[in-house]
């Protein structure tokens, strides 16, 4: 690789490569993870670019494929298991700065790819109070092409499934890493070679989305004596299709109190469930509630979440790991699905089995048309040993764990790279570029792609 040679073709560009300012936009949350803070900290770029349209996109990545320079996409930086972190140098493709909103119609969006979510969302709601249908916890800082490339779910994800669903993309547009890059249109299955990829075969430089009503979202904190109280409620609430919700999520006792919102007036001993439900369908949540041994702790609306207070969606999906992390630097998480329809026994048994060394953390979503929950369970860290017999644990159990200690897309679990999914990848990225060493499949040709459940099929 010549880095030299191909910044001097671009220097008319925003081209960064002060050491301490390129080491810090190649780093991403991947600390969370005791595992992945050893193997990656030293992870740098040599140089940022930034383009400002995605002709100058196209001009990085024919300079880079012409002189073997490695490109990593680089949107928020917000991903949590190092997605966004070139392992081999090179440039760190910055696309913070393409965030065009091309159209709003009656029900979707086109944009680039660049633009934050919240100002998305922000935009959308001024012109005819729309909105984004999912968005992660990170909906102020993380971009909508970052989301789509290195997301799954989150905010929404109750009422909208994922991301992977097929009609929650609608289109993509993504520029190949070849001599003359190609922008290609993606629709339909296509879609899916793309999403979920970590940037590593296409830079996407657009995307149509649908997009929901806008509803005026109340806010509620709900207390449990204890989590299995909690989790019933919980699956009852997700699954009263009338009640209009984006959010329904269990934290267990104490980690609300300790770590989250005592202020709120959470007790030390109660389980909490976030809620976000439109405004005029708080009475009906409420009435639901009389049916189960809970109390009404706290009520808001979203709009009122401004100054020093947190929108009650900042607490939730890998928000209650961040926090946590604030108080005990020893915390990490997991990420596992509980199955459809036995996941309320499963949480209990693996509460049972491992107790406070694992502080449950759920988010019901719906999954394949049924209602399910994601654990992001918090773990008290003691050594890579026991974290990884916990995890084998809870997969013997029949819990699949979409392993967030892991930095290519096969060893995290949700993202299964087959045949089809290679082709694509010498098709837009024949030189292997495009962030690499996070396809295994590409870049170890004796891996043996595992058996298990993907939360992303190829196509
Ligand atoms: C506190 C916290 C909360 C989070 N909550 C959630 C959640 O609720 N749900 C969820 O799914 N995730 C969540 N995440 C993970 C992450 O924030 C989101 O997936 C986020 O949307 C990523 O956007 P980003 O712009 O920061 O992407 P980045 O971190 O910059 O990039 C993510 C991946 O996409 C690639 N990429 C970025 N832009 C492009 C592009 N234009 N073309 C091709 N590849 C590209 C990068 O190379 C990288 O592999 C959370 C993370 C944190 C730290």
Redesign the pocket.
């Known amino acids: 690789m010549s880095i030299d040679a191909c910044l001097a073709e671009l220097s008319d560009l925003a081209v960064d490569t002060q050491p301490q300012r390129v080491r810090r936009r190649s780093r ?2 991947y600390w ?1 993870s005791p595992i992945l803070k050893r193997r990656l900290d030293r992870v740098t770029a040599d140089a940022v670019v930034t383009p400002r349209s995605e002709e100058e996109v196209a001009r990085v990545l024919a300079a880079a494929f012409r002189h073997g320079v490695p490109v ?9 298991y190092g ?2 972190m070139p392992l081999e140098g090179g440039i760190v ?1 910055d ?2 700065e ?1 965030t065009a909103i091309e159209w709003i119609e009656h029900g979707r969006i086109r944009v680039q ?2 633009l ?2 919240a100002e998305l969302d922000a935009a959308t709601i001024a012109h005819s109070r729309q909105e984004l249908r999912l ?4 909906h102020k ?15 929404g994800s109750i009422t909208w499934g994922l ?1 992977r669903d097929r009609g929650n993309i609608l289109g993509l547009r ?1 520029l190949t890493m070849e001599e003359r890059p190609r922008a290609l249109e993606l629709r339909g299955a296509d879609i899916q070679k ?1 999403n979920h ?4 075969n ?4 657009a995307l149509e989305l649908p997009l929901a009503p806008a509803y005026r979202w109340a806010e509620l904190i709900l207390g449990f004596d204890g989590l299995m109280p909690a989790a019933r409620f919980a699956d009852a609430l997700a699954r009263e299709d009338a009640i209009l919700k984006k959010l329904v999520t269990v934290i267990e006792a104490p980690v609300p109190h300790d770590w989250l919102f005592p202020e709120r007036g959470i007790g030390r001993e109660e389980t909490a469930v976030l809620v976000m439900v439109a405004d005029f369908a708080t009475d009906a949540l409420l009435d639901l509630l009389r049916l189960h041994p809970g109390r009404l702790v706290w009520q808001g609306l979203i709009e009122e979440a401004v100054g020093g207070r947190l929108p009650l ?1 900042e607490y ?4 209650t ?2 926090h946590a992390l604030k108080h005990d630097r020893t915390i990490t998480y997991l990420q596992t699905l509980f199955p459809p329809p036995r996941h309320l026994e499963k949480v209990e048994e693996m509460a049972t089995r491992f107790g406070e060394e694992v502080p449950i953390h759920l ?1 019901f979503v719906r999954f394949g048309g049924q209602i399910a929950c994601f654990g992001l369970q918090l773990v008290r860290y003691r050594s890579d040993e026991r974290l990884a017999e916990i995890i084998e644990e809870h997969e013997r159990a029949g819990c699949p764990i979409f392993n967030p200690h892991a930095f290519t897309l096969e060893e995290g679990g949700m993202k299964k790279v087959d045949a089809l999914q290679l082709a694509f990848k010498r098709e837009a990225d024949p030189k292997g570029l495009l ?1 690499p060493g ?1 396809m295994l499949g590409w870049s170890d040709p004796d891996w043996k792609p595992v058996e298990r459940a993907f939360l992303y099929e190829a196509h």
């Open positions: 991403d949350f969370y990593t996409a680089r949107g928020g930086g917000t991903g949590n997605q966004a493709l696309l913070s393409l790819a660049g934050k979510m968005h992660p916890s990170t800082t993380g971009t909508i092409g970052g989301y789509v490339a290195g997301g799954s779910s989150g905010i991301l993504v793309v990829a970590y940037g590593t296409g830079i996407i430089t969606f939730s999906w890998n928000h790991t961040l988010e962030n996070k």
